[in-house]
């Protein structure tokens, strides 16, 4: 039954929806969004025990529920996969299904050696139970399942270290042993994990850390779970940054008359808050300071010494500052009081010590370009074939930048334009005809048919790929993009299974990627693409 007080945040917009009674959807009323209940749980009938049964939990139909996945060696730590597992779990999976629901795409990679192995919630049809399974990809056999139950398992959040997974369901976190799932530990959250945090659970120096939905962050021994500190945020507390061995957290207090947004660096071991940062800009006009707010990108960069951390945000013009994570001091600050940020789904590109974006000048997107070390502005890139065009930085390698450009005025059209570094000077521009992206910001909707393919990008060492999917018939097709002159080579099609008769089918939904394979879940299965040999690497079930 679902709990009348029950929240979720609406994944287009973030607010926060309340959940009341066993209805399939939700409307958000600030969005105008239809968004599928994560506590629906349909009326079933118990299914048949025969060996070759393979029956999917919720029916045929398609079901929000929040569930976390690791992808271990290399894979994403994702929202949303329910497994649904026929007889003979601790042998084989020939005969698992996946149901493909929400996905998150905050990563946690993992090393491993051989094939790569997959934590997911699975259905034992047998015993009609959920649980938390390990799964060998190569092999397709489960290595442990643990915390099974009869109800349906919510798995909020999931952390990794010192040879332990932890997870959250509701206001309980657990320890399990990475080897063979056995319970280690349990602790009692002050209250379930916070739904407006993009990371709320982190492992960090021995302690695992908690943001929860009362605002308060509270650490537990890794090994033993006592807790061993806590502290209480005046205002809500947004996410968790793992910064040498220390917590970062943005969060809101209360200043004055009002609230300011915050980034604490917390000590893992004693809760102690050893750097407090408000960001600020001085505004032009006679206007207030301009200061950091909630919707601000936050770059964490921990490859030198110190940890450094890069703000972006303004309401008035654009503030754009580093501050060194030791010291608690600001380094160097870019302010621009006549244009504005665009967060465009928050993209600001980090790549070979420079920092890719978008500022807005009378409604124009201008690509920009800022030397991290310095706040220097290097170049403007595109400032003045952006007109009628929304800007997106996607990727650098070398001295090529690529930017997914989409057309406003007239029909809607997207395109990749390729720039040289050196030069600033756009190299090639290539449409992408009769197909929407699969990827945010403008990401495609509904479903794939014969008439509406979906494309989507990866990048390996070789270069740039682009992936379209499409139905009728049913396969991804692949292409290499040339970043000197934006032509395409290496054509390759793989067709993938389809379990009906349809000729539409949901959109994949990408994992992620990692050691140049690029992981999709698709119609009930995951595949791996390696794209240099265009071939699945892997497939599961």
Request: charged share 20%.
């Amino acid at each position: 039954m679902t709990d009348s007080s029950s929240q979720m945040p609406c994944p287009k917009c973030g607010a926060t929806l309340q959940i009341a009674g066993n209805t399939p959807t939700i409307h958000c009323p600030y969005c105008n969004d239809t968004v599928e209940n994560p506590y629906y749980h349909p009326p079933q009938a118990k299914p048949a025990r025969s060996k070759s049964s393979s029956v999917r939990p919720g029916g045929s139909g398609h079901v929000i529920r929040w569930i976390l996945i690791l992808l271990l060696a290399g894979l994403v730590v994702c929202v949303g996969v329910v497994v649904a597992v026929a007889p003979g779990l601790m042998s084989s999976l020939s005969s698992v299904t996946l149901v493909p629901l929400q996905i998150q795409t905050q990563g946690l990679w993992l090393p491993s050696d051989g094939a790569p192995n997959v934590i997911v919630v699975t259905w034992d049809v047998t015993k009609d139970q959920y649980a938390l399974s390990l799964l060998d990809m190569g092999t397709h056999k489960a290595l442990w399942s643990a915390l099974g139950q009869k109800d349906y398992l919510r798995i909020d959040e999931l952390a990794t270290g010192d040879n332990l997974v932890y997870v959250t369901i509701g206001a309980r976190l657990l320890a399990l042993q990475m080897s063979d799932g056995k319970q280690m530990w349990e602790a009692s959250l002050p209250d379930q994990i916070a739904g407006n945090c993009e990371r709320c659970l982190l492992f960090e120096n021995g302690q695992v850390v908690a943001l929860t939905t009362d605002d308060s962050l509270d650490a537990y021994d890794a090994q033993t779970g006592r807790r061993t500190w806590g502290t209480q945020f005046e205002h809500t507390g947004y996410s968790l940054y793992s910064v040498d061995g220390a917590v970062g957290v943005t969060y809101e207090m209360k200043k004055d008359a009002g609230f300011v947004t915050a980034f604490g660096v917390f000590d893992a071991a004693s809760g102690k808050e050893q750097t407090h940062i408000e960001p600020a800009c001085a505004s032009n006009k006679n206007m207030p300071p301009d200061m950091m707010g909630t919707s601000a990108e936050v770059i964490i960069d921990t490859s030198g010494k110190p940890a450094r951390a890069y703000f972006f945000f303004g309401s008035f013009g654009a503030c754009i500052q580093r501050w060194d994570l030791s010291s608690g001091k600001l380094e160097w600050e870019h302010v621009d009081a006549d244009q504005s940020l665009s967060y465009y789904d928050g993209r600001v590109l980090f790549a070979n010590g420079a920092f890719y974006f978008i500022q807005r000048d009378q409604q124009m997107d201008q690509l920009r370009s800022l030397d991290a070390a310095t706040g220097k502005q290097m170049q403007i890139l595109d400032k003045n074939e952006a007109q009628d065009y929304s800007l997106f930085p996607l990727l650098v390698s070398g001295q090529r930048l690529v930017v997914r450009a989409k057309r406003t005025h007239g029909s809607t059209r997207f395109e990749l334009w390729g720039y040289d570094l050196g030069t600033g000077k756009n190299l090639w521009k290539r449409p992408i005809l009769n197909s929407e992206p699969l990827d945010p910001p403008d990401a495609m909707a509904g479903l794939l048919d014969k008439n509406s393919p979906g494309w989507t990008y990866f990048q390996t060492s070789t270069g740039l790929w682009l992936l379209t999917f499409q139905a009728q018939p049913n396969q991804v097709n692949l292409a290499q993009v040339n970043l000197d002159t934006g032509e395409l080579s290496g054509q390759k099609a793989l067709s993938f299974e389809v379990t009906s008769s349809s000729d539409f089918y949901d959109l994949p939904v990408r994992l992620n990627s990692r050691d140049h394979l690029a992981w999709f879940l698709l119609l009930d299965r995951i595949y791996v693409v390696n794209p240099a040999t265009g071939a699945f690497a892997y497939r599961w079930p």
